[in-house]
């Protein structure tokens, strides 16, 4: 074993190292698989019943809705369900992400305060575990799209950019949350109410179409828009997205992912000292 | 105390120098500032915005300690509740950065303070220990290959694959310690986990500690277990408000912590293995 040296100086806000903790946190991507994994084996998405109330759970919420909006506007479709489930499910990616990251940090305490590692591993682990949430609800969706008879077409292969960019949305919303909640614990308590109003400003109960253009360009300030327009756009009509609009969505995630890394990394130092 | 050829050893490329030097501290003090109110919240916030300053507790936990750990040494640290042991241990293994100073670690820490082991009340002793392990830099292989020996020196049987919060607080520092004291790194910090095994384990980790006293090694032992500090230390430091009170042979430092203490004689203090 070769000696390495290390030294501790005192905090400055700022970045640290980034080459050096890059480096540290792939050393340490084993844990990020294997929190995850007993994250899930512990809320019971290990077993077949698990991860049917896992599609289950938004299956009926997409029932729901689709009920409502079929009293309220007295008519409805195959392609109004398709879309409403799978902007349901893309959000629940998102919002899973959110709520699992919020406490993290917070919930990690014993771990931070006693062992020296990467803290962004653990927004990471609530990430992944949204993915690993996230997959089965895609597989219940293609065989809806089937039993729906919705068209094909290989537009369609935009889904995987589109959930790409949701990803990373959802890991940059994770690790902003989770490093708000050090500094102001009621956030999770706000988070609840935070995520609903994102689900009703986001087109997942309405269609972009159906928007008078004055309302469209407020929905530019909300990250969700144009990332689940683009994604109904490739996998439930099968066609190309905007290109606009994906763009649109990608510089939001790049923003807010930057945005939370930043003061993440820039703060995780303090961290062990506010727990 | 006696620093022989203090070899840098940044460069080397071998196992460390006899007597190299392990830990270097220089003029660290650490602060901690929090605030009343128990939570920060964003509501408690917003109500103490016309309030003009802030309402802050400043505790100076470390103060101006200057202090070097030779490889092969085995140092304890003693000193009263609140003293700033677990502390210096924390900015020793780069959890908490100093507030002034420098820290130079010269080697692999174990971060892993045993109290790393059980973050997560909720999962099995077994995932646990994999997750602390792996936090603390491990590879699983190496894990896999330790678990055996980890659980066995735990001595927890099946309860290894229990919840963690079914444990009592004697099985929480068994697995802790048997954690630590397995992973073998360069530098291997204890920061208190001899204090709540019963007297079979805290035999056992005892003799484990001894085992694992080697040339290429420092151990820096936390415990109010004087006897036991006595019994292995070749080195005590004995802290108080922060500050360093006295440092040396460790019959020395025990004897005069004790006659501040005003313990001398009392049957209590002696308890220990
Ligand atoms: N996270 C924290 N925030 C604020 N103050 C803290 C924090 N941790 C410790 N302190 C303060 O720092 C001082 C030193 O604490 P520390 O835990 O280092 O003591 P210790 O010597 O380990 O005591 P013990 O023997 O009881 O374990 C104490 O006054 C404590 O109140
Ligand atoms: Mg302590």
Redesign the pocket.
């Known amino acids: 074993m070769s000696t390495q040296v290390t030294i501790y100086e005192p905090f400055r806000a700022g970045l640290p190292p980034i080459g050096a903790y890059l480096r540290q946190l792939w050393s340490r991507r084993t844990f990020i698989a294997e929190f995850s994994r007993a994250e899930l084996r512990e809320q019971n998405f290990d077993s077949v019943f698990g991860q049917l109330w896992l599609v289950l759970n938004p299956l009926l919420l997409s029932g729901v809705y689709f009920l409502l909006i079929y009293i309220i506007r007295g008519s409805s479709d195959s392609t109004r369900y398709a879309h409403l489930t799978a902007c349901l499910f893309l959000f629940y990616l998102i919002g899973n992400s959110l709520s699992g990251g919020v406490k993290s940090i917070t919930s990690g305490q014993r771990l931070i305060m006693n062992t020296a590692f990467p803290r962004v591993m653990l927004p990471i682990s609530a990430t992944v575990v949204a993915l690993f949430k996230f997959i089965p609800t895609l597989a219940v969706f293609f065989v809806l799209r089937i039993a729906l008879g919705l068209p094909y077409s290989w537009q369609m292969l935009w889904g995987v950019p589109i959930l790409l960019i949701a990803l990373l949305m959802g890991l940059g919303m994770a690790i902003t949350i989770s490093c708000i909640n050090v500094y102001f614990r009621d956030i999770a308590n706000f988070l609840p109410y935070i995520i609903r109003s994102l689900l009703y400003l986001s087109p997942i109960l309405f269609e972009v179409s159906a928007l008078s253009p004055r309302l469209k360009k407020f929905e530019m300030f909300n990250p969700l828009f144009s990332l689940l327009d683009s994604w109904s756009k490739a996998v439930v009509h099968a066609s190309a997205p905007d290109m606009h609009s994906l763009l649109q969505s990608l510089i939001w995630a790049v923003v807010i992912f930057l945005f939370g890394t930043y003061f993440f990394l820039s703060r995780e130092r303090d961290f062990a000292?506010r727990l | 105390m006696i620093s022989l050829s203090v070899s840098k050893s940044n460069s080397q490329n071998s196992t460390h120098a006899k007597h190299g030097l392990a830990v270097s501290i220089s003029n660290l003090s650490l602060i901690?500032k929090?605030s009343i109110s128990k939570r920060p919240t964003f509501k408690a916030r917003l109500k103490s915005i016309g309030r003009g300053k802030k309402h802050t507790r400043v505790?100076n936990?470390i103060n101006n300690v200057n202090l070097e750990v030779h490889y092969g040494s085995v140092l304890g640290v003693i000193?009263?509740?609140?003293?700033?042991?677990?502390?210096?241990m924390r900015v020793i293994s780069g959890i908490i950065p100093p507030t002034q100073g420098k820290v130079e670690v010269h080697g692999s820490v174990s971060t892993l303070l045993a109290l790393g082991v059980g973050f997560n009340p909720s999962m099995t002793g077994r995932s646990n220990v994999y997750l602390g392990g792996l936090a603390a830099g491990m590879t699983r292989s190496e894990i896999d290959s330790r678990f055996e020996a980890i659980s066995e020196f735990s001595e927890l049987g099946d309860s290894i694959d229990a919840p963690m919060r079914t444990y009592s607080s004697g099985m929480y520092a068994r697995l802790a310690f048997s954690v630590a004291a397995t992973v073998e790194p360069d530098i291997l910090i204890i920061d208190?986990a001899l204090s709540t095994g019963d007297a079979h384990f805290k035999e056992k980790s005892l003799n484990r500690i001894k085992e694992l006293r080697s040339a290429d090694r420092a151990l820096i032992l936390v415990s109010?277990a004087l006897a036991t500090i006595e019994e292995i230390c070749n080195e005590v430091l004995w802290?108080d408000k922060g500050k360093i009170m006295m440092r040396g042979k460790p019959e020395e430092v025990v004897a005069a912590y004790k006659e501040f203490l005003n313990v001398g004689k009392s049957a209590s203090s002696n308890e220990d293995v």
Do not use: D, F, P, Q
Not at chain 2, 79 to 88: E, F, M, R, T, Y
């Open positions: 000292v | 901690y929090t505790v936990a000193g009263s509740n609140g003293a700033g042991k677990s502390s210096l208190e109010h802290l």
